[in-house]
């Protein structure tokens, strides 16, 4: 029984290890491409993400997640300086429906302080995550040539293997890294298409 426990937790921190190095890697190539001018990060976008993914650990953290929480703290710094990045090098395409994304997000960022509940605390987290994935998303659907596919995709990834690394598998501990898992697929996707899409245009 000792045997099989320690290489359960051998397996946990290598995933744990393994998703913390994707999740560094991923922003490489966006960092590259942001300084090359081809990538124009939305600052809405990463701002709110810089917030929410601090508010993840720290609430993940109280439910227990362990080792799951390694590559989203990391995740958490990576933002905050690609949104010191976007605020020199972002995208000017910014509209109404951003705005109001904004100001959506942070009230629920606000509404978070209310609760000490774990589980509810990670589903504002969720929900706001998702409205300020929103504005880039839109922004990806008019200009995805303006985003790195690779950064998604290796994010998503790296989400995955955060979940295997959880210390204690739960609904409160999961939720969030199943959610950034399918978002940021689901942006990845969106980028391929529309890029397809305009090719055939062109």
């Not at 993914?53 to 227990?64: D, E, S, Y």
């Not at 703290?73 to 905050?80: D, F, N, P, Y």
Request: charged letters at 10%; aromatic letters at 14%.
């Amino acid at each position: 029984m000792g045997g099989d426990k320690i290489k359960y937790m051998s397996l946990k921190f290598i995933l744990a290890v393994l998703s913390s190095i994707i999740a560094v890697s991923c922003f490489i190539p966006y960092i590259i491409d942001i300084f090359k001018g081809t990538t124009k990060p939305h600052s809405y976008t990463w701002l709110i993400w810089t917030i929410l993914q601090t508010i993840g650990v720290v609430a993940m953290l109280k439910g227990g997640a362990g080792l799951g929480i390694a590559s989203l703290s990391i995740g958490a710094v990576l933002c905050a300086f690609v949104f010191v990045l976007s605020i020199f090098y972002g995208t000017h395409n910014i509209k109404l429906f951003d705005k109001v994304c904004l100001v959506g997000a942070f009230i629920a960022i606000g509404s978070y302080f209310f609760f000490r509940d774990p589980l509810l605390s990670v589903l504002i987290v969720i929900t706001t995550d998702l409205v300020g994935f929103l504005p880039t998303l839109r922004k990806t659907y008019e200009e995805p040539n303006t985003e790195t596919v690779s950064t998604y995709l290796l994010s998503s990834l790296s989400s995955f293997f955060a979940l295997g690394a959880l210390s204690i598998f739960t609904f409160t501990t999961s939720i969030y890294l199943i959610s950034l898992v399918i978002t940021n697929l689901i942006c990845a996707l969106v980028i391929l298409y529309r890029r397809k899409v305009l090719n055939r245009i062109i």
